[in-house]
C-alpha cells in the first residue's frame, strides 16, 4: 500500500550525553536521512544537542556537529537520550531536572543504548515498559523496580521509545517509519542499508549467559557452552554431566534455580535459535538446517519451530509470512510446506 499523504515534519532531537554510542546514535539518524530522501521531501527533522551545547565526545572520540543546547530546544515529536559506556558518571541533577521539564510539558522521550538510565534515575521510566542495552539489564532491574525492564530490542510504551543498542535503533526507525509513511517506504529504507528484514519490538536482544548469571556460576555456563559446541549431534545429558563433571541432578538444579527452566528445553531453544539464524542469513535448504541443528526430521524440525516461535521455517523465508493471522496462515503457507516435507522425506529413493 502506498505511504499515506504527510500533514506535518517530523522533528527528532538527540540529546548525547558524554561518551555516548555513535554507532547506535548513527543507526537512528541515517534512517530519517533516507526516508526524506525516497520520499522527496523534508518529512523528517532532527537536531543534536547536549545539556550545555557543547558538542561531547562519543565513546569513540569523535562528536556531532553543529550540537544544540538542551535549555534552548523547541517542541519536538520525541527527544532521544543517548547514552553508552560510563553513562551513570554522564547523569548529572541538570540533566535530571531538565528530563523532568520535558516530560512536565508532554514531551514523548526516548532513549537510545543506556539512555534509559538517565529516564530511569529521573523517574521517567516508573511503570513504563523499556529496555536497555543488555549489559545493563540486570542493574536496572535491580535499581529500578518499578520500571517494568525488557529484554526487548526496543519497546514502545505509550510516550516513551526505549532501545539497546548497537544496530537496534535502525529497526526502531524503521518501524517508526512504518507507522507515519506505511510499510512501502520502511522496506525500502531497510533495502537501501541492505537489510534483509525489519526486525519488530517483539525480538528479543541475545544476551549472553554469562550476563544473565554473572561469570561466578562457571559450572552452569560450561554446561551451556557444551550445548553450543554440538548443536548438530546434541549430546545427551549423561554425556554433558559427566564432560563437566556434575551429575545429572545438579545440572538440572542449576538450570532450574538460574534459568527457570530443564535442561532440555534450554537446549532446545539454542539449536532453535541457530536455525532461525541459518534461515534468514544463508540459502541453505530446509532438509539440511534440520540436520545441522540436530534435529531428526523436517516435520519435526517444523513442529519445534512452530512451537517457539508461531510460524514455520518456510515463513521466515516468506516476507510478511510471519505477521499473518494463524488462520491465513494455515490457508496459505501449511499446505505448500507439507508437500515440501512430504517430497523431501521420499526423495531420492
Known sequence: ??????????????????????????????PLRMANRLVGREVYEW????????????????????????????????LFVCGGINVREAVSPAL???????????TPLGALCTGGYALARAGLLDNFRA????????????E??????????????????????????????FNLIQLKLGPRISQMVSEQFIVDRVRKDTERQYVPLRAQIGVSHRGLIRVAQLMEENIEKPLS??????????????????????????????YLEM?????????????????????????????????????????????????????????EYDRLVVVEEDAMLEQQSHGGR
Not at 58 to 77: E, R
Not at 238 to 263: H, M, W, Y
Open 1 to 30: 500500500m502506498d505511504a499515506p499523504v504527510v500533514l506535518r515534519k517530523c522533528k527528532y532531537a538527540f540529546l548525547t550525553l558524554p561518551n555516548y554510542s555513535l554507532i547506535a546514535v548513527a543507526n537512528a539518524l541515517e
Open 47 to 78: 537536531s543534536v544537542i547536549s545539556v550545555d551545547g557543547c558538542a561531547t565526545d562519543a565513546s569513540s572520540g569523535l562528536s556531532l556537529s553543529p550540537t544544540g543546547a538542551l535549555d534552548k530546544l523547541g517542541a519536538v515529536d520525541i
Open 96 to 106: 535530571l531536572a531538565a528530563l523532568r521539564r520535558l516530560a512536565d510539558r508532554r
Open 131 to 142: 529496555t536497555i542495552h543488555w549489559e545493563n539489564l540486570s542493574a536496572l532491574r535491580e
Open 144 to 173: 529500578f523496580p518499578r520500571v517494568r525492564i525488557s529484554d526487548q530490542l526496543f519497546t514502545i510504551d505509550r510516550d516513551r521509545y526505549t532501545c539497546s543498542g548497537g544496530t537496534a535503533p535502525l529497526d526502531l526507525m
Open 237 to 266: 545429558l549423561e554425556k554433558i554431566a559427566k564432560a563437566t563433571g556434575l551429575s545429572r541432578r545438579q545440572i538440572e538444579r542449576l538450570f532450574k534455580r538460574d534459568l527457570n527452566c530443564v535442561p532440555k528445553r534450554y
Open 271 to 327: 539449536r532453535l535459535r541457530h536455525a532461525r539464524e541459518l534461515l534468514l542469513q544463508t540459502a541453505m535448504p530446509i532438509m539440511d538446517i534440520t540436520a545441522a541443528c540436530g534435529f531428526q526430521s523436517p516435520p519435526h524440525f517444523s513442529k519445534c519451530y512452530r512451537n517457539q516461535f508461531g510460524y514455520p521455517p518456510s515463513a521466515e523465508r516468506k516476507p510478511g509470512a510471519a505477521a499473518r493471522s494463524l488462520l
